[in-house]
C-alpha cells in the first residue's frame, strides 16, 4: 500500500485538528477519550507543522531564468 495515497492534505488535517479541539472544548469528555483525542491531536499537528515548513522553504527556493536554484529571503522593515 502506498502512503502517499493516504497522506491527509493541509487542509484535512487541520480540519480534523479544529474537530478535536472542538470535542475537547466542549468538556465532560472521558479521560480515556480525551487521551486518544490528545494523541491523534499531537499526530495532525505535527502533520500541519511539516506540511507548512516543507511549503515555506519551497516559497523560499525560487528558480532563476538560467534554472539554478537561489534562495530567497524577505526582508522584513526595521
Not at 499531537?42 to 532563476?64: M, P, R
Amino acid at each position: 500500500m502506498n502512503e502517499k495515497k493516504n497522506e491527509l492534505s493541509f487542509e484535512e488535517a487541520l480540519e480534523q485538528l479544529e474537530e478535536i479541539v472542538n470535542k475537547m472544548e466542549e468538556g465532560e469528555v472521558p479521560l480515556e477519550k480525551a487521551m486518544e483525542y490528545y494523541a491523534k491531536g499531537s499526530k495532525l499537528s505535527k502533520i500541519c507543522h511539516d506540511k507548512l515548513a516543507k511549503a515555506d522553504k519551497q516559497i523560499k527556493t525560487i528558480l532563476t531564468d538560467e534554472n539554478k536554484q537561489e534562495s530567497f529571503e524577505i526582508q522584513e522593515d526595521k
